[in-house]
């Protein structure tokens, strides 16, 4: 049996990849809403795999309209040797910025298809929003795809400097490129809280910022929808109250008969009642997060 693989792969192992790979073939068939999910810092392709399918799942019985248009993407955001998580921050920052180019040749050769839809809804995760900003940063220079009518950007727990959103911020552009963009973030990230800012001082990509994620900040733009999430740790969203939250972003009535059985819930439910008073661990010992 073949190796499951994201549907989008924009990297070789910890290297970004010089022409991404996609199977087209997969976006042929005429959906209501294509959904691409991008994953965060720290993963492999497995651990990936497994973060982005439980919000797939989750969302797909939240809203079976979106099953079979969601889509997952990975990139080279991985590094998971526990020592030198924090020196290789910088590196992956890197990455990040380098595999924006990448993405959007693949949308822009999704939309290329006559079955390509009139929406297109990113949801990404910590360093994933700065991916997905940058992306959104050449998109306003180059111009949308023709054909894209609506795009809705969703960013859960952003590692992206609040002051690179804001006005003449180095992304502002690719900030107000979507029809809709939603921050879901949290004041209880401790990662977000203690390891940002240091991992992007290292990184020389500002000194020790705020990141969207903790707060949402700025306050006064670009949001279309601003959403805190209540005791939320850096690895809560991939839960049933993320997809519960992104259904009403998107305007989707939930499903009565939804599957509320995925055991996403039960784990959010004991995030949400930890001592958040604990001392940080540092970064080069945080788990996996996505």
């Given amino acids: 049996m073949a190796r499951k693989r994201c ?16 199977t087209l073939e997969n976006f042929l068939v005429s959906r209501f809403r294509t959904v691409i999910l991008v994953h965060g810092y720290n993963v492999s392709e497995k651990e990936a795999l497994k973060s982005l399918g439980e919000l797939k799942v989750a969302l797909s019985s939240y809203a079976p309209s979106l099953a079979s248009g969601i889509f997952t993407c990975r990139w080279a955001g991985n590094w998971i040797t526990p020592i030198v998580r924090l020196l290789a921050y910088p590196q992956i920052i890197g ?30 995760h910590s360093l994933g929003c700065r991916l997905t900003l940058e992306m959104l940063q050449h998109m306003a220079a180059e111009g949308r795809p023709q ?48 390891a940002f800012g240091a991992g992007q001082t290292l990184g020389f990509d500002g000194l020790f910022p705020e990141a969207i994620g903790l707060r949402g900040n700025p306050q006064s733009r ?21 997809a519960q939250r992104i259904c ?9 008969f939804a599957n509320t059985s995925v055991p996403l819930a039960s784990r959010k439910q004991l995030g949400s009642h930890r001592d958040l008073a604990v001392p940080p661990l540092p970064m080069f010992w945080i788990g996996n997060n996505g």
């Avoid at 380098?98 to 929406?119: G, H, M, Q, V």
């Avoid at 490129?177 to 990230?189: G, T």
């Fill in 95 to 124: 990455n990040a910025e380098e595999s924006s180019k990448p993405f959007l040749r693949i949308i822009k050769n999704i939309y290329c298809l006559d079955t390509a839809t009139e929406e297109l809804i990113i949801i990404a």
């Fill in 248 to 256: 009403r972003i998107l305007g989707i009535v939930i499903s009565p």
């Fill in 147 to 194: 054909g894209l009518k609506k795009l809705t950007v969703i960013l859960m727990a952003a590692a992206v400097p609040c002051e690179y959103v804001g006005a003449d911020g180095k992304l502002e552009a690719g900030a107000d490129e979507p029809d809709v963009l939603a921050a879901l973030h949290s004041k209880d990230d401790r990662v977000l809280s203690f």
């Fill in 222 to 242: 670009p949001w279309t929808h601003s959403i805190r999430m209540d005791a939320f740790d850096h690895g809560d969203y991939w839960s049933e109250e993320t």
């Fill in 7 to 22: 549907d989008i792969t924009l990297s070789t192992g910890r290297i970004v990849a010089e022409a991404a790979q996609v």
